[in-house]
C-alpha cells in the first residue's frame, strides 16, 4: 500500500506547514478556521494531518493564513513579478530544489 504512504507524507506535510503558516501570522486555529469558513475540527484536523481538504477550499485557506496558495505546497515563494523574469525550467529547478 504505497500510495496510502504516500498520501500520510502528504497529509502530514501538508499539516506541518499549515501549523508554521498559522504561527506566523500568531492566530490560534479557532480564528484561522472561522476566516476560512471551516469548523474547528476540521481546521484542526487539517493541522494534525488527519484529513485532506478540498481544492476549492484553498483561496479561502490561504487568504485566512495572509499567504499565497501556493505557499499551503511549498516554502519557496515567488515574489510577484518574479515569475515573469524567471524561465519555466528555471522555476521547475528552484521549486523542486533538483539540479539535473
Given at each position: 500500500?504505497e500510495?496510502?504512504t504516500?498520501?500520510d507524507?502528504?497529509?502530514?506535510?501538508?499539516?506541518?506547514?499549515l501549523q508554521?503558516?498559522?504561527?506566523?501570522t500568531?492566530?490560534?486555529?479557532?480564528?484561522?478556521?472561522?476566516?476560512?469558513?471551516?469548523?474547528?475540527?476540521?481546521y484542526?484536523?487539517l493541522?494534525?494531518g488527519?484529513?485532506?481538504?478540498?481544492?476549492?477550499r484553498?483561496?479561502?485557506?490561504a487568504?485566512a493564513?495572509?499567504?499565497?496558495i501556493?505557499?499551503?505546497?511549498?516554502?519557496?515563494?515567488v515574489?510577484p513579478?518574479e515569475a515573469?523574469?524567471?524561465s519555466p525550467?528555471a522555476?521547475?529547478q528552484?521549486?523542486?530544489?533538483?539540479?539535473?
Amino acid at each position: 500500500m504505497e500510495g496510502v504512504t504516500g498520501n500520510d507524507d502528504f497529509l502530514r506535510t501538508f499539516a506541518q506547514r499549515l501549523q508554521r503558516l498559522r504561527h506566523r501570522t500568531g492566530l490560534p486555529q479557532e480564528q484561522v478556521a472561522f476566516r476560512s469558513g471551516l469548523s474547528v475540527s476540521t481546521y484542526s484536523q487539517l493541522e494534525r494531518g488527519r484529513m485532506g481538504i478540498n481544492i476549492k477550499r484553498l483561496p479561502e485557506l490561504a487568504i485566512a493564513l495572509d499567504c499565497e496558495i501556493v505557499d499551503l505546497f511549498t516554502d519557496h515563494h515567488v515574489e510577484p513579478g518574479e515569475a515573469e523574469t524567471e524561465s519555466p525550467a528555471a522555476r521547475a529547478q528552484r521549486l523542486t530544489g533538483r539540479l539535473d
